[in-house]
Each structure stands twice: as C-alpha cells, then as structure tokens.
C-alpha cells in the first residue's frame, strides 16, 4: 500500500465520522447576552441562483437602548410601529419596554453572499430557463454549482454548511437520479436533500425523467457548522486495528514463504545437477551398450559360418565311412589301386595332421572367446542397476551356458579330430603295410572304418554343440537388441528429465522473485499500515476541532462593526417552477395588526399572483 492509497483510506474513515457528527449535531449553541444580537440574512435568488434580493432580520435581547450596524436601503420595524432612525449605516433604536425580543428587517444595498451559487436546467441535453422548462416533459437534468465568493468575508464559506433542499412530484418526476443526495419520500413527493461542507467547492447534479413538470422552491439555508458530540471512534478504528494484524501476519507469512522457496530452489538445483550427470552416464552406458550389440552380431554370424563348416565336414565324414565299407568289401579288388591308395592315404594323412594343428589354434581361440564373454558378462553385470540386471540376468546366463556349451562341444570335435589323426596314422601305416603287404590291410581297413565311426560321432556331437550355441547367439542378439533399445528409452527419459528440470529451474527462480516482491510488498504495507489507526484518529480529532465550533465567533454579516453576535443563519430560495404564468414583483413588505413575526418572516419570499 502506497502512501495516496493510504491517506485515501483515511479520508474514507474520517468522511464517515464527520457525517456522523453532522446528523448528531450541527447548530451552533446560543447564550443569553442582555447586549448580544442574532442575524436571519434571507435571499431570494432567481431561476440561475443569482440573487435579487438580500433581507437581513436583526434581533435583540436587550429592552435598553441598541446601537447596530448595516449596509441598508431600507429598514422596516418588525416589533412595533415606531419609525426607525436610521442614517449612514448607523441605527440608533430606542426600545420601548416591550416582552420579548426586538426585531427590524434591513433590506441590503448589495446582492453579494459568501457563496457564488448556479443554477442550470437541460432537457433532452439542450439549456432551458426555469419559464421555459414549465409544464414540459422529457428527459431533466439540474445542475447546481456552488463556489467561494471571495469579496466576502471567508469566515462564513469555511466555517458555514449549507443544505440544499428540494421537492419533486413523484407522478411527474420518474427515475430521479441524485448521487451524493439523500432522498426521502414525503406524501406524493420526493425530498431531495444535499449537504455542502465548509470550505469545500460542491458540484450537484440531477436527473429525471419528467411529465409536465412543475417543481416548487429550491431552498438552501447556510449555518455555523458545529460538532457538540462525543464520538466514540473506537469501534470504527477496531477493523483497521484487524487489518494492521492481519498485514502483519501476511508479511511474516510471505517472510516464510520465500524462506521456503530459498529451500527448494536449492533442492531443485540439485536435481538439475543430477539430472545432468544421469544425461551423461546414460549416454556412455548407451554407446557401450551399442558395442555390446555389435559384437554380438559379430559373434552370431561367426557361429553361423562355424555351424555350416562343421556341416559339411560331418556329410565328409559320412561319405568317408561309406567309401570305407566299400573298401572293405571289395579289398581283393582294391589291390590293384593299393599304390595310388599309399600316395592318397599319404596325403591324407598330412591333411589331418593339417587339421589338428587348425583345429589347436581353433580351440585357443575358443577358449579365448569364453573367457571373453564371461569377463564381458561380469563388466554388464557390474554397470546395471538391480531393475535392468533382473532383466538381462536370463539372456546372460543363456549366452555362459551356450559358450560352455561350445566349448565343450569342440572339446569333444578336438578329442576326435585327434583320434582321427591318431587312427589315420595307423591307416596310413596300413596303407603302407598294405602296400608292403597286403595281407594286413584287410585288419587296418576295420580299424579306420572303426575310428571312422568314432570320428563321426564326435562330429554329431559337435553339431548339436553348435546348435546350441547358435541357439544361444540369437537369444543373445535378441536380449542384446532389447537391451539397445530400452537403453535408448531410458536415454530420451533422461533428456525430457533434464529439460523438465531446467524448466523447473527457470519457473522456482521466476516464482522466489515474486516471492521476492511479494514479501518487499507486504513489508512496505506493514509499514504504512502500522500507524494508520494513530493517524486516522489524529485527523479525526483535527475534523472534530475544526468543525466543532470551539474556535470559531460569528461575525456580523450586516456589517463587520457589530459586535456581540451570537449567531448568523442564511436562509435562500428561489420562485417554484409552474405552469401559470405571472408577472413577478417586489412587494414592499408591510406590518399588519395581529401578525406574527414568522408570517412577516414568510412575507419576504411571498410574490405577487
């Protein structure tokens, strides 16, 4: 709350205990004085609020001879029929012993009041005078503006209220409109009322919706504005006494809240840093999880060409077996052949001492790959957590057994390929023996046929080891091919997640600068508002001093050379509004036998029909 707005509340709190003052009390309170006089200044204005005429009636308390002062024309005996001396300003009255008080009227030479007062009539937005606007009908609108006269005295514009007061017919005024005005219902008409405070300029504007219009007096009586009331203020300040605790507790309020978004900003911070490094082990896991897949692909065709070679030597050694049992049946026709049988058989011999020292170096590599994969396993293990090692834990195991698997496998195409040598060698020998004699070579065709047998099924071994192992190598491309792309979707998670905490970086650090202003604005509020009910109850007081009358001696509005005056009243009016028509004129007030001093009074505003 800035400081116009604060004094704006203030003004709000005063204007409601000086209105209350008003309706309590607002007449200035008169003393008895045997040499004290009393002023009525009646003024009938015409239809703009100009004035025609200023009557001042003058009373006394005194029975004793008075001495008074005004600016006259004339001066009429309102109390006896004795003729007034009166000259230059000066009246010198020699009361008679009479009950009461004494009254005389003195009509002013001037038309000046402390107050400038216009009165304007629209109808349907044009400017119409009070004559024209009789008996018409449409749409109203009377704006009334009152101002300082500064060629007199300001005594009376800053210390004097006026009432406005007029009367509407209700049948010939609809949809009245009087902001600032009260309105009361009295019989068929509608009593419209405004108050003008001291010293204060008024703008008062009417609406209504009229029929054949006529309105009666406008009538404005100014009077010494004075407040005789004790005003208790303090249920009215006890609201403002809640607000000032309740700002206070918005404040400590707000104090908290950025205390606490300090706190989570800094957590927030945290998770962004985390979020960070996850993006980064996510994508070295990723590209080790690529490799990973690669070589599994490498693996898996290796072992495709491996199974399709041990293949065909399994149907070699088929045929072989075969070629051997026909050797051994028809040996007595073999003989012929048995040279180029030792040539062969030479050769073939070398062929597996060829094939045992591959199948050597096949078997290191083997078990150079076994070694590979367990290590390889144990790496993968390593770097998942629980959830993903639960996952893999299956398709790992398969691709140890599967390995395990061949290695066993080729031990056994190993164990055989070695009798094969072993058994050849002993053929070959044969063939040798054969060759040398052939007599032997019937018992060394049984054993190659023998060894042949066995060779062959360790080669139906090896092939279902390679089954296996292929097996194995698919279900470890396929988890392989799981594992990429799941790590693929942990990867793009890890990149929403990091830009979902920046965003949430962004939008804390956006929200602890609001909290920020927020609690720079409830402080300034608590600092304005603290005081406030102190300073509306000093300005209250300074209103009700003011407006109190305590410093405040009515003056003479006759003439500034009386002195002893209790009080002056403005009584103003103009001529009604009606449909008939008629000329009119001042009526020289005369004093008949047997009326009374209000008919006299009366007679001031009366005009001629």
Known sequence: ???????????????????????????????????????????????????????????????????????????????????????????????????????????????????????????????????????????????????????????????????????????????????????????????????????????????????????????????????????????????????????????????????????????????????????????????????????????????????????????????????????????????????????????????????????????ESLNQYSNLVKSLTYNIKSSLTEEQLEILQPELEKLEKSTEGLLAGYNLLDSGISDAVNGYSGINTGVNDLYNNISPLSKGIDELYNGMGEFNKGVDQLVKGIDGIDSGAKELKSGSSQLVSGITNIDTGVVKLSDGSNKLVNGINVLSDGASELNKGTSELNKETTSMPDEINKQIDDIKSKFSGEDFTPISFASEENKNVESVQFAMRTDGIYKVESEETEKEIEIEDNQSIWQLFLNLFKKDK
């Open 1 to 363: 709350m800035n400081l116009h707005m604060k004094n704006k509340n203030i003004k709000k709190a005063t204007t409601f205990v000086l209105t209350t003052s008003i309706l309590i009390g607002s007449a200035t309170p008169i003393f008895a004085d045997s040499n004290t006089k009393e002023e009525v200044v009646y003024v009938k204005l015409n239809e703009n609020g100009g004035v025609n005429n200023i009557y001042v009636v003058n009373s006394f308390n005194s029975n004793e001879s008075i001495v008074d002062y005004g600016k006259y024309s004339n001066v009429i005996n309102l109390s006896t029929d004795d003729k007034l001396d009166y000259a230059n300003g000066l009246l010198d009255i020699k009361t008679p012993n009479i009950d009461g008080k004494f009254y005389y009227q003195g009509e002013m030479s001037s038309t000046d009041l402390p107050w400038n007062i216009n009165i304007n009539y629209y109808l349907d937005g044009k400017r119409i005078t009070s004559e024209e606007l009789a008996g018409k009908s449409g749409k109203l609108e009377m704006k009334i503006d009152i101002t300082q006269n500064k060629n007199i005295n300001e005594e009376f514009y800053n210390n004097y209220v006026l009432q406005i007061a007029l009367s509407l017919d209700s049948y010939k005024c609809k949809n009245i409109v009087a902001e600032g005005a009260t309105i009361a219902s009295v019989g068929s008409n509608k009593s419209i009322n405004y108050m003008k405070l001291p010293g204060l300029d008024a703008s008062y504007t009417l609406t209504a919706d009229i029929t054949d219009f006529e309105m009666d007096e406008i009538s404005i009586n100014g009077m010494n504005m004075a407040i005789d009331a004790d005003i208790d203020i303090n249920e009215m300040t006890n609201d403002l006494d809640q607000l000032v605790d309740a700002v206070e507790a918005i404040n400590d309020g707000t104090g908290s809240l950025k205390g606490g978004l300090d706190e989570y900003k800094a957590g927030v911070d945290e998770l962004s840093k985390g979020s960070y490094q996850l993006k980064d082990g996510v994508s070295q896991y990723k590209v080790g999880v690529s490799s990973l897949d690669s070589g599994v692909e490498t693996l898996s065709m290796g072992i495709s060409k491996y199974k399709s070679g041990i293949s065909e030597v399994y149907k070699s050694s088929n045929s072989l077996l075969s070629g051997l049992g026909e050797v051994n049946s028809g040996i007595n026709s073999f003989e012929s052949g048995l040279n180029q049988l030792k040539d062969g058989s030479n050769s073939y011999n070398q062929g597996l001492a060829d094939i045992s020292k591959g199948s050597s170096a096949y078997k």
